[in-house]
């Protein structure tokens, strides 16, 4: 019996593996491929863009240095900056292959952020990711089992239990993030909404004959979209066809050949394919992410087009999300409805990621309506105002969780606090527990925070930027749950804790993951 068993070892599932085994909580992961290894993802083709928010994560885990090794980025953030002035960043992203020019993005306006390591977006491969996350989570003891193939699930009101063949692995949850045709998706009868394909995606690594009749980087065309990558014959494309092609099948190459001709309008000629996949845009999400003791995270809860290189980003931030809160379960000290503000939060973020998709295959599409309206939307990216826009999708700053508070600082990402020590907020992260950081000159919250000891850590000292407030009390996640004025209340960081923590000590047991006393820093 393990507490939880997730099925897919995929950046979402090993990401939710190595939050709940920081958090002491038994893990196993099945997967049934039987190796780490794909050419596809570790490629060119399989480069994806963290977001500011993914990256961060990383950072308050302490993975941030071993994923930019393994992702070969060298001297991408160096030291901390001195000032407290928010950088420019050093690319934006694209929207539907319109790309978004850094310098216009207006970075004051960006909402409450404060410089530090994990700023700005890291382009990676998906090879990389998974790497970094399987050694961490080697190291917090989870229990990785590839080659095993999910056939079951059956749950009662104690237990769930996955089958793979003769095997049978119980656990109190069962976590599916086994991508965007899951098995426990159907298994469970999630049910899956949403919209059908509009094209049909191809990647592939080729020996082009006459490459020089693609121009590299991301082009529209009347008739879809092509990307040369800077490797030799790396290539991109997108042909709307309906998603007419039988993806049950790999592409040959006539047939890859002639999508490429026809959107790129040349007669580029393709002669070895060495490696090809397809994709499509149907855009489709569960309804709900939870069917009893069964929770979906990632491409299993919800799928898109690939534009943007948003599945990975938003599926980490269910990882995050998720995590505490599925271990303060297993461990008994949830507060009522905790697990349920895991959907509360993340679907509305999951169906808004899926229009965003929507919005930019609407005016790829080969027809005149959307070639005006591309016209209109590449005109306003270049404003000032509409590269912030863009920039703050991409990044994940945009994303605010309604947590009933009016303060501007409450439901977002904290910012990375740095005390007049050199003690950031992320320093303070890396064990999995909640954060009271107190600015206040008398440490008004030390007494009230010793109840939640082993859940919540608590530092006090002057911050060289504390965005006007005098307390903020942070989340695993990295959510700013409640934010006091120069004289926090006492109450009210009281009532914060025990809505995302739990009943202090001196009102019941803690069932704390993290025994040891969380010290002060001065």
Same mark, same amino acid.
């Given at each position: ?53 993914? /990256?961060?994560?990383?950072? @308050? ?83 990785? *089992? ?100 039988? @993806?049950?099948? !790999? ?21 070895? /394919? ?55 379960? &297993?461990?008994?000290?949830? !507060? ?29 599409? !080969? ?22 826009? &863009? ?8 994303? *605010? ?107 019941? !047991? ?13």
């Amino acid at each position: 019996m393990h507490d939880v068993v997730i099925v897919g070892a995929g950046p979402v599932g090993l990401a939710l593996a190595c939050e709940l085994g920081l958090a002491g909580c038994s893990v196993l992961v099945l997967e049934r491929e039987p190796g780490l290894g794909s050419p596809l993802r570790a490629a060119p083709l399989g480069r994806r863009g963290l977001s500011a928010a993914s /990256v961060e994560a990383f950072y @308050r885990r302490g993975m941030l240095e071993p994923l930019l090794t393994a992702s070969g980025v060298q001297d991408a953030f160096g030291a901390a900056p001195e000032t407290d002035a928010p950088s420019r960043p050093r690319f934006g992203g694209h929207f539907a292959g319109m790309m978004l020019d850094g310098d216009r993005v207006d970075v004051a306006a960006l909402p409450f952020r404060l410089p530090g390591p994990a700023l700005e977006a890291v382009v990676t491969d998906l090879e990389a990711v998974e790497t970094v996350l399987s050694e961490q989570a080697s190291k917090l003891g989870v229990d990785i *089992r590839r080659g095993v193939t999910v056939s079951a699930v059956s749950q009662n009101g104690e237990s769930v239990v996955a089958r793979a063949g003769a095997d049978a692995y119980e656990a109190h949850w069962l976590v599916g993030c086994d991508g965007g045709r899951s098995t426990v998706r159907r298994l469970a009868g999630f049910e899956f909404v949403g919209t059908g394909p509009q094209f049909t995606g191809y990647t592939m690594q080729a020996t082009l004959a006459d490459p020089e009749q693609l121009r590299p980087g991301f082009h529209l065309t009347p008739t879809g979209m092509y990307i040369r990558m800077p490797a030799g014959g790396h290539i991109a494309m997108m042909d709307f066809d309906g998603g007419a092609f039988d @993806r049950s099948k !790999p592409p040959t190459r006539d047939h890859l050949q002639a999508v490429l001709r026809r959107v790129s309008g040349t007669d580029v000629a393709i002669g070895e /394919v060495h490696i090809a996949s397809s994709f499509t845009d149907r855009a489709m999400q569960t309804t709900a992410y939870r069917q009893g003791r069964v929770l979906l995270a990632g491409d299993a809860a919800h799928i898109h087009s690939p534009l943007g290189g948003q599945g990975l980003n938003t599926g980490i931030g269910d990882a995050v999300n998720l995590g505490w809160k599925l271990a303060a379960t &297993v461990h008994g000290y949830a !507060p009522d409805r905790l697990l349920d503000t895991y959907a509360d939060e993340r679907h509305p973020i999951g169906a808004a990621v899926l229009d965003w998709s929507r919005a930019q295959v609407a005016i790829m599409r !080969p027809d005149p309506y959307a070639q005006a309206i591309q016209a209109v939307v590449r005109d306003l990216i270049g404003t000032r105002d509409g590269a912030t826009h &863009v920039f703050e999708r991409l990044s994940g700053s945009w994303i *605010r969780y309604d947590l009933g508070s009016e303060h501007p600082l409450v439901g977002r990402s904290a910012p990375d606090f740095r005390l007049e020590d050199g003690t950031r907020l992320g320093d303070l992260m890396a064990d999995g527990r909640g954060v009271v950081l107190d600015f206040s000159t008398d440490r008004r919250l030390h007494a009230s925070a010793t109840g939640w000891e082993g859940r919540i850590r608590y530092a006090a000292g002057t911050a060289r930027n504390d965005l006007g407030s005098g307390a903020v009390l942070v989340r695993p996640d990295g959510v700013v749950a409640w934010a006091g004025d120069r004289h926090p209340d006492r109450e009210a960081f009281e009532q914060a804790a025990s809505r995302w923590f739990g009943a202090p000590a001196a009102a019941g !047991p803690t069932g704390s993951a993290h025994p040891e006393p969380a010290p002060a820093t001065a």
